[in-house]
């Protein structure tokens, strides 16, 4: 109750994963998930397909029931977020237009999960990624920002792969540059941070929720 609604949500980076949708498709019916990787878009393909060989969610859709005290609608909730995930996108933030070349309508709410960070080189990249995908929402639609603060590298099983090392004042000059007004910042601090050394070197998860200004206009 309360919360952010609208008709139209754009994930940004989606990966292969759909937790980050799971209480979204409540507030939204036209869900727009999006990807840079063949692999992460046949992943979910293969969920929204009920494919056998998918990845089997249902324990953390299970989790998210019951955070929404809906403990025993879990299939349900599955079925609805199927339902609405009407496409699923290539995606690379560096372009202007991200999506391009698919047309689709303005979003009320963009989301984008830990995946800046990983795409941007440096930080005008990321300045510029936040610019690009911000011409994809409403005057007026929110975006739900989630990332990483102090991360330098991921680990995929024995690989290291690149992270862009963010603070808090880079992500906040960025996203007001892009034309926002933030509504929150939340920081979580990374628990016994060197016990998480062999998965990442993060200092700490951001969750950030901002309006893009009704009348925006790009500060490049």
């Known amino acids: ?23 979204a498709c409540e507030s939204f019916p036209y869900i727009i998930a999006s990807d ?13 397909k009920n494919d056998p060989e998918a990845f089997d969610w249902s324990e953390i859709v299970k989790t998210v029931c019951e955070i929404e005290e809906k403990k025993d609608e879990w299939e349900e909730k599955q079925n609805k977020l199927r339902s609405r995930i009407q496409k699923v996108l290539k995606c690379d933030v560096t372009k202007t237009n991200p999506l391009d070349p698919t047309e689709v309508p303005l ?3 963009l989301i984008t999960s830990l995946c800046l960070e990983t795409a941007c080189k440096d930080l005008e990249a990321y300045r510029c990624s936040i610019q690009n995908i911000t011409r994809l929402l409403k005057p007026g639609g929110h ?4 990332g990483a603060l102090g991360n330098t590298y991921y680990m995929v ?17 960025a ?15 990374i628990p016994e941070r060197m016990a998480h050394f062999h998965t990442a070197d993060s200092l700490a998860n ?15």
């Open 206 to 220: 951001f969750f950030l929720v901002a309006i893009k200004n009704a009348d925006n206009a790009l500060i490049i």
């Open 175 to 189: 996203i007001i540059q892009a034309g926002y007004t933030i509504q929150s910042l939340d920081i979580l601090p």
């Open 107 to 109: 979003a009320d709410c």
């Open 157 to 173: 099983q024995q690989k290291a792969f690149f992270c862009l090392s963010l603070d808090e004042d880079v992500v906040r000059g």
């Open 36 to 48: 840079f990787t063949d692999q992460n878009r046949e992943e979910l393909e293969k969920w929204l």
């Open 143 to 146: 975006l739900v920002l989630i």
């Open 1 to 23: 109750a309360g919360g952010i609604r609208g008709d139209v949500l754009i994930d940004i980076g989606t990966g292969p994963t759909i937790y980050q949708l799971l209480s």
